[in-house]
Nanobody
Framework: QVQLVESGGGFVQAGGSLRLSCAAS?????????????MGWFRQAPGKERDFVAH????????YYADSVKGRFTISRDNAKNTVYLQMNSLKPDDTAVYYC????????????????WGQGTQVTVSS
């Protein structure tokens, strides 16, 4: 099935920027590829639940962000490269978490329940 691999995490100072990438490969049993899936980014801090961060529609026309990141983060995609991005600016210590990308064939809400495929995660650490 679809495989997602995140990259671009790292250790930055507050106010800095990072760009995360999520590369997709393979196909779902239906034959669908990343270009036909809505995509999302989630994050999980130690000892906490996995929380929604950002979403982008399958054609890139619509985006949606958690209140905690809107105005600072930007989600985008390049379907020709089978890649989705998360540009993170003005980073805060509270942004520290493992970040996961995910793919959804059918969005019903902006929780993890709507996403069928997940990457392995990439660590983002923001110092104060």
């Amino acid at each position: 099935q679809v495989q997602l691999v995140e990259s671009g995490g790292g250790f930055v100072q507050a106010g800095g920027s990072l760009r995360l990438s999520c590369a997709a490969s393979g196909r779902a049993a239906s034959g669908r590829t990343l270009s036909t899936y809505a995509m999302g980014w989630f994050r999980q801090a130690p000892g906490k639940e996995r929380d929604f961060v950002a979403h982008i529609s399958r054609y890139g026309g619509d985006t949606y962000y958690a209140d905690s990141v809107k105005g600072r983060f930007t989600i985008s995609r390049d379907n020709a490269k089978n890649t989705v991005y998360l540009q993170m600016n003005s980073l805060k210590p509270d942004d520290t978490a493992v970040y996961y990308c995910a793919a959804s064939a059918a969005i019903t809400d902006y929780t993890s329940r709507s996403y069928a495929y997940w990457g392995q995660g990439t660590q983002v650490t923001v110092s104060s």
